[in-house]
């Protein structure tokens, strides 16, 4: 009886999870709710194209193309639930590499261990080095995460934010 059981799971482990819910945090989860109520501007339960409209209108975006509100539904398999909305950012996030991984490519550029960057160090390298960084997306970025009055970056609060989606809150 016992290996039958071991090979389903393995079955089911080989595609990946079938419980979208598994592969998110409580908390996580619990954020994801709190935007998708948002989207849901008529609240009932889908995300349709007027939910966007009205959220993007209620954000400042007036003149959004409708082939563009278009886009954004297809690029779900159906109708936009709950469910559905949670699946579609595990796939995102699914290239995303784990937070420490992203700590530890940073930490490479900061030998002393302080947990921070010089801002024209890490300006210097977005800007030269492979996929550069515009003038446009470093404002975005100091914009994001601006670097004390020292000039220092706090690199393990940006890569908080790429792998969690939002600053942590000071305990």
Not at 37 to 43: E, F, G, M, V, Y
Not at 104 to 133: H, M, N, W, Y
Request: proline share 4%.
């Amino acid at each position: 009886q016992a290996p039958k059981k071991a090979k389903r799971r393995q079955q089911q482990g080989e595609g990946g999870s079938s419980n979208v819910f598994s592969m998110f945090e409580q908390s996580q989860i619990q954020e994801y709710k709190e935007a998708f109520t948002i989207i849901d501007q008529n609240r009932d339960g889908i995300i349709s194209k007027d939910d966007l409209r009205d959220v993007l209108a209620t954000m400042g975006q007036l003149n959004v193309k409708n082939e563009e509100l278009e886009a954004m539904v297809k690029e779900a398999s159906g109708p936009i639930n709950f469910t559905v909305f949670l699946t579609m950012f595990g796939e995102k996030l699914k290239g995303a590499d784990p937070e420490d991984v992203i700590v530890s490519a940073f930490k490479v550029l900061d030998p002393e261990a302080t947990g921070f960057i010089k801002k024209e160090f890490i300006e210097e390298l977005l800007t030269t080095q492979c996929d550069r960084f515009t003038a446009e997306e470093m404002t975005n970025l100091w914009a994001a995460f601006p670097p004390d009055v020292a000039g220092n970056v706090d690199y393990k609060q940006i890569c908080y934010v790429i792998t969690h989606g939002e600053e942590k809150e000071d305990e």
